[in-house]
């Protein structure tokens, strides 16, 4: 069934009430229900027991991530929690042992896989606090999961998203082309068509080497950050995949490029990074074009998801203060 003929509000309910359906899959307490807490991506729900107990599913889009790709996902959680020394969340298996489930939507005519995930009781730092200190931790995190990932012997076939200058900018983006984002005027797409340019020049040249590209988690932003009395967590793997070490920080100041805390925020993640493990002059130096390749790739992605919150409150602004990031990007390399 072509799901556009239903308004967002339409599927959002449809998809509900799949969630709801779906939770006999696991062993819950009766009377167990699940509420919609966030739509992105994918659609993420709370499920609450009437015991008290909690725990959070999510049903992922469809035709994103492949039963197999959603397979690796868990196992490289798993693993940092297990031997890398990165606390994630627990994933519940369901009652036939699998962490992965799927369930059909007959209103929707749709199949999604589901996984659901132990809720962890903490916040998130809000961006208008003091966020040099948790910019420093997520450095460390982010290099501990770099370490991790370069030493890991992956299971085979591995299948993970990969983000490089083609899905990206190629002709199949993943999120689609930042040209086709929203209020891209002739000035603006000159700019950026330039930056585009000066990305992937750049990257060429960097280079692909096991210690600047592999394993990622992708979208390692404070948000994906649960923190209590005594420890953090990593939350959120959906988009973990191959792409370049340094990605992680863009991606971490993702939708607040433009804060003017920025460069004190580089410099307490890269102190972070450097605790842990090495990092060169070149890759330190690199992390301005990462950062103008993640935000033409949110452009793109803005553009994409439209029906999305973020996307709707965004779209105004965001490729005009792309422009401006640009301006000064080219700027610092003339």
């Known amino acids: 069934m072509n799901t556009a003929k239903f308004s ?6 449809y998809l509900s009430s799949l969630a709801n359906e779906a939770l006999e899959l696991w062993d819950l307490p009766e009377g ?28 992922h889009r469809e035709n994103y991530h492949t039963e197999t790709a ?13 031997e890398g020394g990165v606390k994630t969340p627990d994933i519940l298996p369901g009652k036939n042992g699998s962490t992965i489930q799927s369930a059909t939507s007959e209103a929707l005519g749709q199949k ?18 003091d966020l040099t ?24 076939p591995f299948e993970r998203l990969v983000w490089d200058l083609d899905t990206v900018f190629g002709q199949d983006a993943t999120w689609g082309h930042w040209r086709d984002g929203p ?3 002739t000035q603006t797409r000159q700019v950026l068509e330039q930056v585009e340019t000066t990305v992937i020049e750049r990257l060429t040249q960097y280079g692909r080497k096991p210690d600047r590209f592999g394993l990622i988690h992708a979208d390692m932003r404070l948000a994906n950050l649960l923190i ?63 950062i103008m390749m993640r935000r033409l790739a949110l452009l793109a992605w803005i553009g994409s998801h439209s029906e999305v919150d973020i996307a709707k409150e965004l779209a105004p602004t965001f490729a005009p203060i792309s422009e401006e990031l640009g301006r000064k990007y080219l700027a610092s390399l003339a």
């Open 183 to 185: 209020n891209i005027g």
């Open 70 to 82: 959603i397979s690796c996902e868990h196992a490289w959680s798993r693993a940092l929690n297990a």
């Open 8 to 13: 967002h509000e339409e599927t959002m309910g």
């Open 112 to 129: 999604r896989y589901l996984a659901m995930f132990e809720f962890v009781e903490g916040s998130e730092p809000g961006q208008q606090d």
């Open 228 to 290: 209590t009395d005594d420890e953090t967590r990593l939350i959120d793997f959906d988009d973990c995949g191959l792409g370049w070490l340094m990605y992680d920080f863009a991606a971490g100041i993702s939708f607040m490029e433009d804060d003017l805390r920025i460069p004190e925020l580089k410099d307490a993640w890269v102190r972070g990074y450097r605790s842990i493990r090495p990092l060169s002059e070149e890759d330190e130096t690199e992390i301005p074009t990462f």
């Open 32 to 59: 167990s229900k699940a509420r919609l807490i966030n739509v992105s991506e994918n659609e993420t729900f709370l499920v609450e027991a009437p015991n008290g107990l909690k725990s959070i599913l999510r049903i």
């Open 133 to 156: 200190g948790g910019f420093e931790e997520l450095g460390e995190i982010a290099a501990k999961t770099h370490v991790h990932s370069i030493g890991w012997d992956r299971s085979e």
